[in-house]
Protein backbone atom coordinates (compact mmCIF):
# COMPACT_ATOMS: atom_id res chain seq x y z
CA UNK A 1 0.00 0.00 0.00
CA UNK A 2 2.89 2.40 0.53
CA UNK A 3 4.15 1.97 -2.64
CA UNK A 4 0.83 2.84 -4.46
CA UNK A 5 0.38 5.46 -2.30
CA UNK A 6 3.50 7.13 -2.75
CA UNK A 7 2.96 6.48 -6.43
CA UNK A 8 -0.49 8.33 -6.47
CA UNK A 9 1.66 11.14 -4.46
CA UNK A 10 3.90 11.74 -7.26
CA UNK A 11 1.22 11.90 -9.69
CA UNK A 12 -0.94 14.33 -7.82
CA UNK A 13 2.83 16.46 -7.52
CA UNK A 14 3.40 15.97 -11.25
CA UNK A 15 -0.46 17.18 -11.78
CA UNK A 16 0.43 20.41 -10.05
CA UNK A 17 3.57 20.83 -11.36
CA UNK A 18 1.84 20.66 -14.98
CA UNK A 19 -1.03 22.87 -13.59
CA UNK A 20 1.63 25.10 -12.60
CA UNK A 21 3.66 25.10 -16.07
CA UNK A 22 0.49 26.25 -17.43
CA UNK A 23 0.14 29.06 -15.54
CA UNK A 24 3.13 30.31 -16.04
CA UNK A 25 3.14 30.06 -19.59
CA UNK A 26 0.16 31.85 -19.53
CA UNK A 27 1.06 34.72 -17.34
CA UNK A 28 4.47 34.86 -20.02
CA UNK A 29 1.86 34.81 -22.63
CA UNK A 30 -0.11 37.61 -21.30
CA UNK A 31 3.35 39.44 -19.86
CA UNK A 32 5.00 39.45 -23.48
CA UNK A 33 1.79 40.21 -25.12
CA UNK A 34 1.20 43.96 -23.19
CA UNK A 35 4.84 44.62 -23.86
CA UNK A 36 4.02 44.07 -27.66
CA UNK A 37 1.05 46.61 -27.08
CA UNK A 38 3.16 48.96 -24.99
CA UNK A 39 5.49 48.81 -27.50
CA UNK A 40 3.04 49.34 -30.50
CA UNK A 41 1.29 52.19 -28.81
CA UNK A 42 4.58 54.07 -28.13
CA UNK A 43 5.57 53.44 -32.19
CA UNK A 44 1.98 54.92 -32.86
CA UNK A 45 2.57 58.14 -30.56
CA UNK A 46 5.83 58.61 -31.46
CA UNK A 47 7.01 56.96 -34.77
CA UNK A 48 10.40 58.84 -34.42
CA UNK A 49 11.63 56.23 -31.47
CA UNK A 50 13.37 53.42 -34.01
CA UNK A 51 14.55 56.65 -36.27
CA UNK A 52 18.50 56.15 -37.38
CA UNK A 53 20.27 59.39 -35.72
CA UNK A 54 20.87 62.14 -37.66
CA UNK A 55 23.91 63.13 -37.83
CA UNK A 56 26.41 65.93 -39.53
CA UNK A 57 28.79 63.23 -40.79
CA UNK A 58 26.06 61.04 -42.64
CA UNK A 59 24.22 64.20 -44.03
CA UNK A 60 27.14 65.70 -45.60
CA UNK A 61 27.63 62.10 -47.29
CA UNK A 62 23.81 61.63 -48.62
CA UNK A 63 24.99 65.60 -50.21
CA UNK A 64 27.81 64.33 -51.53
CA UNK A 65 26.60 61.48 -53.58
CA UNK A 66 23.79 63.52 -54.86
CA UNK A 67 26.06 65.92 -56.12
CA UNK A 68 28.19 63.04 -57.66
CA UNK A 69 25.54 61.92 -59.19
CA UNK A 70 24.53 64.98 -60.68
CA UNK A 71 28.09 65.68 -62.21
CA UNK A 72 27.58 61.84 -63.59
CA UNK A 73 24.39 63.51 -65.15
CA UNK A 74 22.08 60.79 -63.69
CA UNK A 75 20.10 63.59 -61.77
CA UNK A 76 19.19 67.61 -62.29
CA UNK A 77 17.47 69.94 -60.85
CA UNK A 78 17.78 73.81 -60.27
CA UNK A 79 19.71 73.98 -56.99
CA UNK A 80 22.25 71.63 -58.14
CA UNK A 81 24.83 73.80 -59.60
CA UNK A 82 24.52 76.22 -55.97
CA UNK A 83 24.84 73.18 -54.10
CA UNK A 84 27.27 71.39 -56.16
CA UNK A 85 29.87 73.75 -58.11
CA UNK A 86 29.00 77.31 -57.10
CA UNK A 87 29.09 77.00 -53.37
CA UNK A 88 25.91 79.13 -52.73
CA UNK A 89 23.60 76.65 -51.15
CA UNK A 90 25.46 75.27 -47.94
CA UNK A 91 24.75 72.91 -45.50
CA UNK A 92 24.46 73.77 -41.84
CA UNK A 93 22.76 71.21 -39.94
CA UNK A 94 20.99 68.24 -39.61
CA UNK A 95 16.81 68.14 -38.22
CA UNK A 96 15.82 65.08 -38.97
CA UNK A 97 15.56 61.66 -40.37
CA UNK A 98 12.28 59.69 -39.84
CA UNK A 99 11.48 56.29 -41.11
CA UNK A 100 13.82 56.90 -44.52
CA UNK A 101 12.89 60.68 -45.06
CA UNK A 102 15.50 63.01 -44.88
CA UNK A 103 15.34 66.40 -43.70
CA UNK A 104 18.25 69.41 -43.36
CA UNK A 105 18.76 73.17 -43.07
CA UNK A 106 20.66 74.89 -45.34
CA UNK A 107 21.84 78.49 -46.21
CA UNK A 108 20.81 79.45 -49.96
CA UNK A 109 22.72 82.48 -51.49
CA UNK A 110 22.20 83.69 -47.16
CA UNK A 111 18.20 82.66 -46.99
CA UNK A 112 17.62 79.79 -44.53
CA UNK A 113 16.10 76.91 -46.33
CA UNK A 114 15.25 73.18 -45.43
CA UNK A 115 16.64 70.48 -47.97
CA UNK A 116 13.78 67.38 -47.79
CA UNK A 117 13.55 64.11 -49.23
CA UNK A 118 11.54 60.88 -48.53
CA UNK A 119 14.26 58.67 -49.18
CA UNK A 120 18.10 58.89 -48.78
CA UNK A 121 19.57 57.93 -52.11
CA UNK A 122 17.88 58.82 -55.97
CA UNK A 123 18.01 54.81 -56.69
CA UNK A 124 15.56 54.39 -54.20
CA UNK A 125 12.98 55.68 -56.13
CA UNK A 126 10.94 54.03 -58.75
CA UNK A 127 12.64 54.88 -62.53
CA UNK A 128 9.77 55.84 -65.05
CA UNK A 129 9.43 52.89 -67.91
CA UNK A 130 9.88 55.30 -70.60
CA UNK A 131 14.05 55.06 -69.53
CA UNK A 132 13.60 51.29 -70.19
CA UNK A 133 11.99 51.33 -73.04
CA UNK A 134 13.74 50.32 -76.17
CA UNK A 135 12.00 52.46 -78.60
CA UNK A 136 12.57 55.63 -76.96
CA UNK A 137 15.87 55.06 -75.58
CA UNK A 138 16.78 58.94 -77.03
CA UNK A 139 13.73 60.39 -75.26
CA UNK A 140 13.87 63.34 -77.26
CA UNK A 141 11.08 62.71 -79.69
CA UNK A 142 8.62 61.45 -77.25
CA UNK A 143 5.11 63.43 -78.02
CA UNK A 144 5.03 65.66 -74.90
CA UNK A 145 0.96 64.95 -74.57
CA UNK A 146 1.99 61.40 -73.85
CA UNK A 147 4.59 62.99 -71.14
CA UNK A 148 1.82 64.64 -69.82
CA UNK A 149 -0.18 61.48 -69.21
CA UNK A 150 2.40 60.04 -67.39
CA UNK A 151 2.91 62.98 -65.31
CA UNK A 152 -1.01 62.62 -64.46
CA UNK A 153 -1.04 59.19 -63.82
CA UNK A 154 1.94 59.71 -61.35
CA UNK A 155 0.10 62.50 -59.31
CA UNK A 156 -3.31 60.13 -59.49
CA UNK A 157 -1.70 57.19 -57.95
CA UNK A 158 0.23 59.46 -55.27
CA UNK A 159 -2.74 61.81 -54.12
CA UNK A 160 -5.51 60.52 -55.81
CA UNK A 161 -6.26 63.91 -57.82
CA UNK A 162 -6.77 63.94 -61.61
CA UNK A 163 -5.56 67.17 -63.11
CA UNK A 164 -5.77 68.51 -66.31
CA UNK A 165 -3.45 69.64 -68.54
CA UNK A 166 -3.42 73.00 -67.42
CA UNK A 167 -2.82 72.08 -63.76
CA UNK A 168 0.02 70.13 -64.31
CA UNK A 169 2.28 73.30 -65.16
CA UNK A 170 3.73 73.48 -61.56
CA UNK A 171 4.95 70.31 -61.85
CA UNK A 172 6.01 70.11 -65.66
CA UNK A 173 9.26 71.71 -66.08
CA UNK A 174 9.24 71.02 -70.17
CA UNK A 175 11.80 68.23 -70.16
CA UNK A 176 14.33 68.73 -73.28
CA UNK A 177 17.94 69.17 -73.55
CA UNK A 178 20.88 67.47 -73.49
CA UNK A 179 20.23 66.03 -69.79
CA UNK A 180 16.79 65.23 -70.89
CA UNK A 181 17.18 61.35 -68.94
CA UNK A 182 18.00 62.99 -65.94
CA UNK A 183 15.66 65.37 -66.16
CA UNK A 184 12.96 63.02 -66.58
CA UNK A 185 14.46 60.60 -63.55
CA UNK A 186 14.76 63.43 -61.27
CA UNK A 187 11.21 64.87 -61.78
CA UNK A 188 10.01 61.15 -61.32
CA UNK A 189 11.83 61.01 -58.00
CA UNK A 190 10.10 63.99 -57.15
CA UNK A 191 6.28 63.01 -58.57
CA UNK A 192 7.12 60.06 -55.63
CA UNK A 193 6.94 62.03 -52.79
CA UNK A 194 2.89 62.93 -51.55
CA UNK A 195 4.49 66.25 -49.65
CA UNK A 196 6.64 67.55 -52.55
CA UNK A 197 3.52 67.29 -54.66
CA UNK A 198 1.03 68.76 -52.82
CA UNK A 199 2.61 71.63 -51.83
CA UNK A 200 3.75 72.16 -55.04
CA UNK A 201 0.21 72.25 -56.45
CA UNK A 202 -0.41 74.49 -53.50
CA UNK A 203 2.21 76.76 -54.90
CA UNK A 204 1.29 80.61 -54.34
CA UNK A 205 -2.48 79.38 -53.87
CA UNK A 206 -2.16 79.27 -49.76
CA UNK A 207 -0.79 81.23 -47.26
CA UNK A 208 -0.47 78.76 -44.97
CA UNK A 209 1.76 76.36 -46.89
CA UNK A 210 5.57 77.07 -47.90
CA UNK A 211 6.22 77.32 -51.44
CA UNK A 212 9.34 74.70 -53.24
CA UNK A 213 11.88 76.97 -53.88
CA UNK A 214 13.70 74.60 -55.71
CA UNK A 215 15.10 71.24 -56.29
CA UNK A 216 18.19 68.68 -57.10
CA UNK A 217 17.16 65.33 -57.96
CA UNK A 218 15.28 63.84 -55.00
CA UNK A 219 15.88 66.21 -52.72
CA UNK A 220 13.63 69.62 -52.55
CA UNK A 221 14.09 72.98 -50.87
CA UNK A 222 11.43 75.10 -48.85
CA UNK A 223 12.22 78.08 -46.75
CA UNK A 224 13.42 77.40 -42.99
CA UNK A 225 10.64 78.32 -40.03
CA UNK A 226 10.85 77.44 -36.80
CA UNK A 227 8.74 74.44 -35.90
CA UNK A 228 6.47 74.34 -32.73
CA UNK A 229 7.23 72.56 -29.71
CA UNK A 230 5.10 70.63 -26.63
CA UNK A 231 8.22 72.47 -24.87
CA UNK A 232 7.58 75.81 -25.67
CA UNK A 233 4.99 77.73 -22.70
CA UNK A 234 2.79 79.02 -26.52
CA UNK A 235 3.43 76.08 -28.69
CA UNK A 236 5.75 77.95 -30.84
CA UNK A 237 8.99 80.59 -30.67
CA UNK A 238 7.64 84.06 -30.12
CA UNK A 239 10.91 85.17 -29.99
CA UNK A 240 10.40 88.12 -32.37
CA UNK A 241 6.69 88.83 -31.13
CA UNK A 242 6.02 92.46 -29.78
CA UNK A 243 2.78 91.66 -28.65
CA UNK A 244 2.00 89.64 -25.02
CA UNK A 245 1.34 86.01 -25.02
CA UNK A 246 -2.42 86.66 -25.12
CA UNK A 247 -2.52 88.67 -27.80
CA UNK A 248 -0.21 86.35 -29.57
CA UNK A 249 -2.26 83.39 -28.87
CA UNK A 250 -5.16 84.80 -30.13
CA UNK A 251 -3.94 85.98 -33.42
CA UNK A 252 -2.70 82.37 -34.17
CA UNK A 253 -5.73 80.90 -32.95
CA UNK A 254 -7.59 83.06 -35.79
CA UNK A 255 -4.64 82.04 -38.28
CA UNK A 256 -5.43 78.26 -37.53
CA UNK A 257 -9.15 78.96 -37.76
CA UNK A 258 -8.36 80.54 -41.42
CA UNK A 259 -6.30 77.66 -42.04
CA UNK A 260 -9.03 75.12 -41.21
CA UNK A 261 -11.17 77.27 -43.33
CA UNK A 262 -8.82 77.66 -46.33
CA UNK A 263 -8.16 73.67 -46.24
CA UNK A 264 -11.90 72.91 -46.12
CA UNK A 265 -13.62 75.40 -48.43
CA UNK A 266 -10.95 77.28 -51.13
CA UNK A 267 -9.66 73.98 -53.23
CA UNK A 268 -11.64 71.60 -55.51
CA UNK A 269 -11.56 68.95 -52.98
CA UNK A 270 -11.48 69.28 -48.98
CA UNK A 271 -7.55 68.86 -47.64
CA UNK A 272 -7.56 66.46 -44.18
CA UNK A 273 -4.99 66.90 -41.79
CA UNK A 274 -4.17 63.31 -40.56
CA UNK A 275 -1.01 64.27 -38.05
CA UNK A 276 -1.77 67.68 -36.00
CA UNK A 277 1.07 68.65 -33.55
CA UNK A 278 3.02 71.82 -32.83
CA UNK A 279 5.82 69.75 -34.32
CA UNK A 280 4.33 70.03 -37.91
CA UNK A 281 3.22 74.24 -37.64
CA UNK A 282 5.50 77.01 -37.76
CA UNK A 283 4.39 80.88 -37.21
CA UNK A 284 5.71 83.71 -39.33
CA UNK A 285 6.26 86.99 -38.25
CA UNK A 286 2.48 88.10 -38.38
CA UNK A 287 1.55 85.26 -36.90
CA UNK A 288 0.52 83.65 -40.18
CA UNK A 289 0.33 79.87 -39.22
CA UNK A 290 2.63 77.65 -41.83
CA UNK A 291 1.77 73.31 -41.91
CA UNK A 292 5.52 72.74 -42.71
CA UNK A 293 5.25 68.82 -42.62
CA UNK A 294 2.50 67.60 -44.82
CA UNK A 295 3.21 64.55 -45.15
CA UNK A 296 0.08 63.64 -43.92
CA UNK A 297 -2.41 65.41 -45.37
CA UNK A 298 -4.65 64.67 -48.07
CA UNK A 299 -7.57 65.95 -50.50
CA UNK A 300 -10.64 63.84 -50.27
CA UNK A 301 -10.69 61.22 -52.64
CA UNK A 302 -7.02 60.11 -51.23
CA UNK A 303 -8.50 60.35 -47.46
CA UNK A 304 -11.39 58.24 -48.80
CA UNK A 305 -9.24 55.56 -50.50
CA UNK A 306 -6.96 55.56 -47.45
CA UNK A 307 -10.18 55.14 -44.56
CA UNK A 308 -12.12 52.53 -46.77
CA UNK A 309 -10.69 49.33 -44.93
CA UNK A 310 -11.70 46.02 -43.56
CA UNK A 311 -12.57 46.56 -39.74
CA UNK A 312 -14.01 44.48 -36.79
CA UNK A 313 -14.38 47.69 -34.64
CA UNK A 314 -14.45 51.82 -34.86
CA UNK A 315 -10.85 51.36 -33.30
CA UNK A 316 -9.89 49.72 -36.52
CA UNK A 317 -10.67 52.73 -38.97
CA UNK A 318 -8.51 55.31 -37.02
CA UNK A 319 -6.06 56.51 -39.56
CA UNK A 320 -3.97 58.99 -37.09
CA UNK A 321 -5.97 61.82 -36.27
CA UNK A 322 -8.25 61.11 -39.26
CA UNK A 323 -11.24 58.96 -37.70
CA UNK A 324 -13.69 56.68 -40.11
CA UNK A 325 -16.62 54.43 -38.63
CA UNK A 326 -17.02 50.43 -38.81
CA UNK A 327 -20.00 49.18 -40.25
CA UNK A 328 -20.24 45.85 -38.60
CA UNK A 329 -22.58 44.60 -41.42
CA UNK A 330 -19.80 44.32 -44.22
CA UNK A 331 -16.94 44.97 -41.56
CA UNK A 332 -15.96 47.67 -44.06
CA UNK A 333 -14.63 51.64 -42.69
CA UNK A 334 -16.97 54.70 -44.07
CA UNK A 335 -14.70 56.60 -46.79
CA UNK A 336 -16.05 59.40 -45.35
CA UNK A 337 -14.28 60.73 -42.05
CA UNK A 338 -16.40 61.57 -38.88
CA UNK A 339 -13.86 63.86 -37.69
CA UNK A 340 -12.46 67.23 -38.80
CA UNK A 341 -9.39 69.45 -38.94
CA UNK A 342 -11.27 72.11 -36.79
CA UNK A 343 -11.81 69.74 -33.80
CA UNK A 344 -8.35 67.59 -33.70
CA UNK A 345 -6.33 71.44 -34.07
CA UNK A 346 -8.94 72.37 -31.24
CA UNK A 347 -8.22 68.89 -29.21
CA UNK A 348 -4.25 68.91 -30.15
CA UNK A 349 -3.38 73.09 -30.05
CA UNK A 350 -6.81 74.48 -28.69
CA UNK A 351 -7.21 72.87 -25.03
CA UNK A 352 -3.43 73.87 -24.37
CA UNK A 353 -3.76 77.88 -24.83
CA UNK A 354 -7.13 78.32 -23.41
CA UNK A 355 -6.49 76.53 -20.24
CA UNK A 356 -6.51 78.42 -16.72
CA UNK A 357 -2.69 78.31 -17.00
CA UNK A 358 -2.44 80.62 -20.11
CA UNK A 359 -5.46 82.60 -19.78
CA UNK A 360 -4.43 86.42 -19.30
CA UNK A 361 -5.96 88.76 -15.92
CA UNK A 362 -6.61 91.33 -18.90
CA UNK A 363 -9.06 89.26 -20.68
CA UNK A 364 -12.75 89.16 -18.37
CA UNK A 365 -13.36 85.96 -16.22
CA UNK A 366 -16.45 85.30 -17.95
CA UNK A 367 -14.80 85.34 -21.81
CA UNK A 368 -11.94 82.77 -20.72
CA UNK A 369 -14.68 80.07 -19.35
CA UNK A 370 -17.14 80.66 -22.91
CA UNK A 371 -13.25 79.93 -24.37
CA UNK A 372 -12.50 77.07 -22.63
CA UNK A 373 -15.90 75.51 -22.71
CA UNK A 374 -16.55 76.19 -26.42
CA UNK A 375 -12.98 74.28 -27.26
CA UNK A 376 -13.99 71.72 -25.05
CA UNK A 377 -17.37 71.13 -27.11
CA UNK A 378 -15.20 71.67 -30.41
CA UNK A 379 -12.65 69.07 -29.21
CA UNK A 380 -15.05 66.39 -27.45
CA UNK A 381 -18.70 67.07 -28.74
CA UNK A 382 -19.72 63.80 -26.61
CA UNK A 383 -22.39 62.47 -28.89
CA UNK A 384 -24.06 59.68 -27.83
CA UNK A 385 -22.67 56.46 -28.84
CA UNK A 386 -22.83 55.33 -32.35
CA UNK A 387 -22.96 58.56 -33.98
CA UNK A 388 -20.76 60.42 -35.86
CA UNK A 389 -18.39 62.48 -33.60
CA UNK A 390 -18.53 65.59 -35.01
CA UNK A 391 -18.12 69.03 -33.82
CA UNK A 392 -21.59 71.77 -33.32
CA UNK A 393 -22.04 73.28 -36.46
CA UNK A 394 -21.91 76.55 -35.10
CA UNK A 395 -18.62 75.85 -32.83
CA UNK A 396 -16.07 77.62 -35.67
CA UNK A 397 -18.34 81.25 -35.57
CA UNK A 398 -18.41 81.06 -32.32
CA UNK A 399 -14.70 80.03 -31.55
CA UNK A 400 -13.69 83.12 -34.20
CA UNK A 401 -16.20 85.72 -32.24
CA UNK A 402 -14.85 84.82 -28.82
CA UNK A 403 -11.22 85.34 -30.20
CA UNK A 404 -12.34 88.56 -31.76
CA UNK A 405 -13.52 89.77 -28.46
CA UNK A 406 -10.42 89.00 -26.75
CA UNK A 407 -8.53 90.93 -28.85
CA UNK A 408 -10.62 93.57 -28.65
CA UNK A 409 -10.89 93.37 -24.66
CA UNK A 410 -6.74 93.52 -24.78
CA UNK A 411 -6.85 96.50 -27.15
CA UNK A 412 -9.00 98.20 -24.59
CA UNK A 413 -6.56 97.58 -22.11
CA UNK A 414 -3.74 98.67 -24.14
CA UNK A 415 -5.48 101.95 -24.45
Not at 381 to 389: D, F, N, R, V
Request: hydrophobic content about 40%; proline content about 4%.
Amino acid sequence: MAPAAGKRGRLRRCGRRRRCGRGTLIACAAWTAGWVLAAALLLRAHPGVLSERCTDEKSRRILAALCRDYQGGVLVGDLCQDLCVAGRLLYRRCLYYERGKKVLQADWRGRPVVLKSKEEAFSSFRRPGLLEDQAWKGGQDFPEAELLLLVAGEVKNTLGLELSHGGLGLLWPRLRGPRWRGQLASLWSLLQQEEFVLLSLLQDLSRHAPPVLGSCGHFYAVEYLAAGSPHHTALFPLGGASRGLARAISDMALSFLDLVSHFDNDFSHRLHLCDVKPENFAIRRDFTVVAIDVDMAFFEPKMREILEQNCTGDEDCNFFDCFSKCDLRVNKCGAERVNSNLQVICDKIFRHWFSSTLGSSAISLELRLQLQETVQDCADPGHPAGLPQRAPPNVFRKLQRLLQATLRELQEVDN
